[in-house]
């Protein structure tokens, strides 16, 4: 039983050893050999971009110099940009320091200040004191250099970097907006080189926010309000408690769908260059059938049968209308936050469940029809479950 017990201890310590020695390498920045005319006596890879910054720092002057380098560029159609942060956490505020090629094939890096997600990167001073900034391309890699002064011993800074295309016309684009873009910053700890990242800020919170709230109310709670109406009303013993089910679960959906929808327009409005213009489209026109399926379906109800008929194919086309692309935004949006595989798995198999259920009640619905129109003991208001309602 002892030598059991020390066997297994022997092989634990051994999977712990080999796992640290892995992520210990794979973490592992070399900063003696980087750059052979600028030595630097710390380095870290930063958790996403796949980006390395290097560094120099005197706690008692405040002098700071760094090496802020991105792999993977193409020169002439992409921006990188690395600061810090002086007040706040993430872009807002950020003294940044920035590099990319003009159209004459030229290189450039220089300062500039953040007060907007609105930001083209324009060169300004910075808050705190440069004194030199450049900037080199080489390996598929652009690498900007900075000597700056911080105050005498501060020890953590709060720090940004990123990258993003180009215009022609030499200004920056809008960077991707995608999870690793939105989670490019953190903190930096100049003396132990302790790098820790940031969660997404309030971007990413408004982003998860408006996908829950959209994807349960186009997505989820309208469909399920649509299977009330047509085939709840089909038995006798459910009238009039479809009805109200159904204006509950259409109205809840909708007052969801509108929290959510008014967070997408201020998503927009931060992001003036949101590319996402399917999606957004898609949903604006969502909106207004939901908002017009509210009035016309639950305020304008005619009782003239003739008013009655066009009134229910109105009824019919818009309500399966906002459900179909509601559905579509809900698949276009995952695709956006790219949450993981698994929330788009989830999502299928509620809608893959909400099939079974359909299929489920129209067979009982049609052998509940056939049964009583047999026996001609059944008359239903409207229409059956195969026409609008």
């Not at 970097?161 to 215009?167: C, L």
């Amino acid at each position: 039983m002892v030598r059991i017990f020390f066997n297994k201890l022997l092989l634990l310590f051994l999977m712990v050893f080999f796992s640290n020695a892995i992520f210990l390498c794979k973490a592992q920045c070399s900063f003696n050999s980087e750059f052979p005319r600028k030595n630097f006596t710390a380095c870290s890879n930063l958790p996403v971009l796949n980006s390395t910054l290097y560094w120099n720092y005197n706690i008692s002057s405040g002098m700071v110099e760094i090496a802020f380098r991105q792999p993977g560029i193409d020169i002439f159609s992409t921006w990188i940009s690395w600061g810090i942060n002086p007040t706040s956490i993430g872009m807002i505020d950020a003294q940044v320091f920035v590099a990319h090629t003009r159209n004459d094939g030229n290189l450039i890096a220089y300062t500039s200040p953040i007060s907007s997600y609105r930001t083209s990167l324009k060169e300004g001073a910075l808050s705190f004191l440069v004194y030199d900034v450049s900037a080199m391309y080489e390996n598929n890699s652009i690498t900007i250099f900075a000597t700056f002064q911080l105050p005498r011993e501060t020890i953590m800074v709060d720090h940004v970097w990123q990258k993003g295309p180009m215009y022609r016309n030499n200004v920056p684009k809008i960077h991707s907006l995608l999870r690793h873009e939105l989670r490019s910053y953190g903190t930096l700890n100049f003396l132990s080189g302790n790098v820790k990242q940031g969660r997404g800020g309030k971007l990413i919170v408004l982003k998860s926010f408006h996908g829950i709230m959209c994807s349960i109310s186009w997505g989820i709670m309208l469909p399920v309000g649509v299977l009330i109406a047509r085939y709840l009303k089909v038995f006798k013993t459910t009238d009039p408690i479809w009805f109200k089910l159904h204006v509950a679960c259409q109205s809840s959906g909708y007052i969801i769908g509108l929290v959510g929808w008014a967070t997408g327009l201020n998503l927009g409005a931060q992001l003036s260059g949101l590319r996402y213009k399917t999606h957004g489209c898609i949903g604006i026109t969502l909106f207004c059938l939901a908002t017009i399926q509210v009035i016309v379906g639950h305020s304008i109800r005619p009782k003239e049968r003739k008013y009655r008929i066009i009134w229910s194919i109105f009824h019919f086309f818009v309500g399966y209308g906002t459900i179909t692309l509601g559905i579509v935004n809900v698949f276009i949006g995952i695709q956006i936050l790219e949450p993981g595989q698994r929330w788009k798995a989830t999502y299928i198999g509620i809608l893959v469940l909400l099939g079974c259920v359909t299929v489920l009640l129209e067979t009982l619905s049609t052998f509940y029809l056939y049964y009583h129109e047999k026996n001609d003991s059944y008359t239903m208001d409207g229409a059956t479950p195969f026409k609008p309602y």
